[in-house]
């Protein structure tokens, strides 16, 4: 029943654009079930104890200035759809007046069963996000956590639920830490993005700004890797080793839809980026590897991310 809902919700999408959003969205609730969000008491202060206390030590740490969103959401997997549509939405923007190809109606629906697959998938794997809300009117940005995904994932990994949901709050609270020490981040990401997708609509690559999109983007995963784990109040080593197990994706399907997504590309960030930041730190301490941020010139290169010793004879103390 649920996949031929989800069948239906793609085969029925409507507009003229090259994804119909809506029918996205509803093909990918019904493929996922949306999870409980019963909170108990205990569990609502947990993550609102956990996101102060990590922004606390973040700063503490990593010597960086930053302010939480006013936006914090514990949210279910339907909830994390319908806000991650929205942001699609913008990216994907400048390619609706374009020409879906030569059966339009054709071209619509697999570009929305697309999306669907896309958007369930994630659903029911992303822990949680900080959300930049890229392309976006104003200065907003936004931190979720998906609740029932940390309840699974704290289940298969057999680690304590609240102890697992305060270190995932550490890595979304540096993300937040990254971007409030950087105003320029957002800029760069969304003037390369819009490269990008402007490339998309003459049908090539801007190869160059999807590179610098990527070396950015291995940058602040790295960080947030780095102080996940420097900034941490408790034990995290066993948490680590199983969370970089569950990221290889160890079954085939897994490994499958996370190749044709390009998650692959996003463990790479994760690995590279950490690499990268864990040898700066080693170095010059979690505050010194946070000049990355100061300015956009002090971002690492594509061949400096291999190589930190050039990242630090470039940018002195």
Same mark, same amino acid.
């Given at each position: 029943m649920t996949l031929f809902r989800a069948v239906r919700a793609v085969a029925e999408s409507e507009g003229d654009g090259p994804v119909d959003w809506d029918a996205a969205a509803?093909?990918?609730?019904?493929?996922?079930?949306?999870?409980?969000?019963?909170?108990?008491?205990?569990?609502?202060?947990?993550?609102? #104890?956990?996101? %102060?206390?990590?922004?606390?030590?973040?700063?503490?740490? !990593? *010597?960086?200035?930053?302010?939480? &969103?006013?936006?914090?959401?514990?949210?279910?997997?339907?909830?994390?759809?319908?806000?991650n549509v929205a942001t699609f939405r913008r990216v994907m923007e400048p390619l609706a007046e374009e020409a879906v190809g030569p059966v339009p109606g054709l071209a619509r629906s697999v570009n929305t069963g697309?999306?669907?697959?896309?958007?369930?998938?994630?659903?029911?794997?992303?822990?949680?996000?900080?959300?930049?809300?890229?392309?976006?009117?104003?200065?907003?940005?936004?931190?979720?956590?998906?609740?029932?995904?940390?309840?699974?994932?704290?289940?298969?990994?057999?680690?304590?639920?609240? #102890?697992?949901? %305060?270190?995932?709050?550490?890595?979304?609270?540096?993300? !937040? *830490?990254?971007?409030?020490?950087? &105003?320029?981040?957002?800029?760069?990401?969304?003037?390369?993005?819009?490269?990008?997708?402007?490339?998309?609509?003459?049908?090539q690559f801007d190869r160059a700004a999807l590179t610098e999109v990527n070396v950015a983007m291995t940058a602040v995963e790295g960080y947030a890797e780095l102080v996940m784990d420097r900034a941490f109040d408790e034990e995290y080593d066993d948490l680590r080793r199983k969370l970089d197990e569950r990221r290889g994706g160890k079954g085939p399907i897994g490994k499958l839809v996370r190749r044709l997504l390009g998650l692959g590309m996003k463990r790479e960030?994760?690995?590279?980026?950490?690499?990268?930041?864990?040898?700066?730190?080693?170095?010059?301490?979690?505050?010194?590897?946070? *000049?990355v941020w100061d300015s956009e010139a002090n971002l690492p290169t594509d061949e400096e991310l291999d190589d930190p010793a050039k990242w630090l004879a470039r940018v002195p103390v």
């Open positions: 509803a093909a990918a609730k019904a493929a996922v079930e949306p999870g409980d969000l019963t909170l108990t008491d205990a569990e609502r202060e947990g993550y609102a #104890r956990d996101v %102060r206390d990590a922004r606390d030590r973040v700063r503490e740490v !990593a *010597a960086v200035d930053f302010d939480l &969103p006013d936006t914090v959401e514990v949210q279910h997997r339907h909830h994390w759809i319908d806000a697309t999306m669907g697959v896309t958007l369930g998938f994630l659903a029911n794997n992303v822990l949680g996000q900080y959300d930049p809300l890229l392309l976006a009117e104003g200065d907003d940005h936004a931190l979720y956590f998906v609740h029932p995904n940390i309840g699974k994932v704290a289940g298969l990994l057999d680690v304590p639920e609240p #102890r697992f949901r %305060r270190w995932i709050a550490f890595h979304e609270v540096a993300h !937040a *830490a990254e971007f409030g020490a950087a &105003p320029w981040l957002s800029e760069l990401l969304e003037e390369r993005m819009r490269e990008g997708v402007a490339g998309l609509t003459e049908g960030q994760y690995e590279r980026g950490k690499a990268f930041f864990d040898a700066v730190a080693d170095e010059r301490g979690v505050e010194g590897a946070s *000049a």
